[in-house]
């Protein structure tokens, strides 16, 4: 039985107003408290997420940004 590959990790990022972060520090905090395999690969930071009429957050929507 072949495995598939494990995908990566990644996370879309909304900063609060007046909350100050670059990508570099979020990827080095995850690197630093999370086990390695939890470790964040790709880190986006964006204005907001997609949401649907529900106010829920669309997360198919995610791999377009």
Known sequence: MARTPAPSVSACVVLKPGHHCT???LAAFSQREL?????LKVVKL????PKGPSGKVQ???LLDI
């Open 59 to 61: 997360r198919l929507k």
């Open 23 to 25: 990508v570099e520090e």
């Open 35 to 39: 086990g390695k395999y939890k470790a």
């Open 46 to 49: 964006v204005d907001s997420l």
